[in-house]
């Protein structure tokens, strides 16, 4: 795909598409609002984006925006509806397509725009700068580096992150932008891949260091996409566990399961919520019939760090018992013999061909030792800037 980056705010842009209220093609003329690191709806994440004021409706989605030259700028993606505005429409610029080409052609597969997991705050008051031996006004402070990120043992909390590749970055997150503007530090994180190496000026206690490390994907607790498109499964005397599922809601699952699904960061690679998703009756697991949607903390006694964590759990057990313990301190107990037998009749009275997904018949690697103690879990934030309530705080 060839295109043409937009130069200037309010150059001209045709929007393209087959909108709602006809049949043929329609054609929308406006100017180009702004550019700026902007949500993307559909993908919780900020990126760059092309604010134009051409019509964007349902249906537009997908359609090419040109510039006057009739050169392709980008592709039209969303728009913003609400009482207060009008004509604040969204376009994917050419160079985010192009990066998410690139990706693909270099891995195979598409594995996504790189972060370096870092929360940042703002570095506006200058008693906050003095305490934390700033001698400049520029530079953001790390709040919280995740266990799962590239840098995490690289930047420390309580670091002054000043450069980014020799780009200096200002007391409210923001770098140099074409000629007199500037743009979130993130634009410039987002032009990199997945490992990719950066190099990082930073004030630590005082003193100047500069520290080098990779960018990668940002790991969620809950996943927005599967790999390799299956879903995982564990079916034990008929209770039946699931990685949480993306697309769950507070009627799935509650709200404050919700809560720890959206804003809970993994405390290590390979970390799931696992859910015990529904009972398939039988006299082995009566009492439990009514129980769904709930998350499984431990199984005889040891913290289930996922569902294939739990599949070799329970296939390596010798107890008698199975022992399940649950969020909101219920407990399910299975007596290990019966179940066993059970779960055969069970399988085949629902008809369902096997008792877990072809994944977890894979032997299982503990990428934590054994006695590794888990880091206790950090507190909650937003995964996109746009859900933060007060400004200061942002994703890098």
């Excluded at 039209?76 to 693909?104: C, K, M, W």
């Excluded at 000629?179 to 000026?201: C, M, N, P, T």
């Excluded at 301190?329 to 997904?357: N, Q, T, Y």
Aim: hydrophobic fraction near 35%.
């Amino acid at each position: 795909m060839k295109g043409k980056g937009v130069r200037n705010n309010e150059a001209s842009v045709i929007v393209v598409g087959y909108p709602t209220g006809g049949d043929t093609i329609s054609v929308t003329k406006g100017v180009v609002s702004r550019i700026e690191v902007t949500s993307y709806a559909h993908g919780s994440t900020e990126l760059l984006g092309i604010q134009i004021d051409a019509a964007i409706n349902p249906g537009n989605s997908g359609g090419p925006a040109f510039n006057s030259r009739g050169q392709c700028i980008g592709v039209a993606f969303q728009a913003l509806r609400s009482g207060d505005t009008e004509n604040i429409g969204y376009v994917i610029p050419t160079s985010v397509v192009s990066h998410f080409l690139t990706d693909y052609e270099r891995n195979g597969s598409y594995t996504g725009f790189p972060c370096l997991g870092v929360l940042l705050q703002w570095l506006e008051n200058p008693a906050m700068r003095s305490y934390l031996k700033a001698s400049s006004t520029e530079g953001v402070l790390v709040r919280r580096v995740e266990p799962t990120s590239s840098a995490y043992g690289t930047l420390k909390e309580g670091d002054i992150l000043v450069t980014f590749n020799g780009t200096r970055i200002g007391w409210e997150g923001t770098v140099q932008f074409r000629l007199s503007e500037r743009i979130a530090l993130g634009y410039l994180i987002s032009r990199k891949f997945s490992g990719d190496v950066v190099e990082l000026g930073v004030i630590r206690n005082g003193d100047w260091i500069t520290v080098q490390t990779t960018v990668s994907p940002r790991v969620h607790l809950v996943p927005y996409h599967i790999e390799n498109g299956q879903p995982s499964y564990l079916i034990v005397s008929g209770l039946v566990f699931t990685p949480c599922p993306s697309h769950s809601s507070k009627d799935d699952i509650g709200l404050k399961l919700l809560a720890k699904a959206r804003y809970s960061s993994p405390r290590f690679k390979g970390e799931q919520i696992v859910i015990l998703s529904q009972v398939l009756a039988n006299e082995t697991n009566i009492g439990y019939e009514h129980m769904s949607s709930q998350q499984v903390l431990k199984f005889n006694g040891t913290e289930i760090k996922n569902i294939h964590h739990l599949a070799h759990l329970v296939d390596t057990c010798k107890d008698k018992y199975l022992v399940f313990e649950f969020e909101g301190d219920f407990l399910a107990v299975l007596e290990k013999e019966s179940a066993m037998s059970a779960s055969s009749s069970i399988l085949k009275d629902f008809g369902i061909p096997s008792e877990r997904s072809a994944d977890l018949f894979e032997p299982y690697v503990d990428h934590l030792c054994e006695n590794h103690v888990l880091e206790k879990e950090i507190g909650d934030s937003p995964v996109s800037n746009a859900e933060f309530g007060l400004d200061g705080l942002f994703w890098a």
